[in-house]
């Protein structure tokens, strides 16, 4: 059975930084794209940022110059360093993976349960 689970949420003072990790198990995803989401209350998941199995990284203009997307292999582990967080990423964030990269939450068939992110004005 695949899991992938997240942790590092939290609540953190804008300016701060956070950093998530996510490990899967029951599979290796060396070669999968990983990456995550992100869903605030009340609006639509969102795309974060993600790593494909070649190392190639995209991002959210939104978090653009403040995350970075990284993974370690070995582990079956990706991160999400979060820098300069504002308010406006309060939102509870989702590890995903699949074979290829994608840009919209359809396009993942592993999910993550989610971890919690505050940030305080």
């Known amino acids: 059975q695949v899991q992938l689970v997240e942790s590092g949420g939290g609540l953190v003072q804008a300016g701060g930084s956070l950093r998530l990790s996510c490990t899967a198990s029951?599979?290796?995803?060396?070669?999968?794209?990983m990456g995550w989401f992100r869903q605030a209350s009340g609006k639509e998941r969102e795309f974060v940022a993600v790593?494909?199995?070649?190392?190639?990284?995209y991002y959210a203009d939104s978090v653009k110059g403040r995350f970075t997307i990284s993974r370690d292999n070995a582990k079956n582990t990706v991160y999400l360093q979060m820098n300069s967080l504002k308010p406006e990423d309060t939102a509870v964030y989702y590890c995903?993976?699949?074979?290829?990269?994608?840009?919209?939450?359809?396009?993942?068939?592993?999910w993550g349960q989610g971890t919690q992110v505050t940030v305080s004005s």
């Open positions: 029951g599979r290796r995803f060396s070669s999968h794209a």
């Open positions: 995903v993976a699949d074979l290829g990269v994608g840009f919209i939450q359809y396009e993942y068939d592993y």
């Open positions: 790593m494909s199995g070649d190392s190639n990284t």
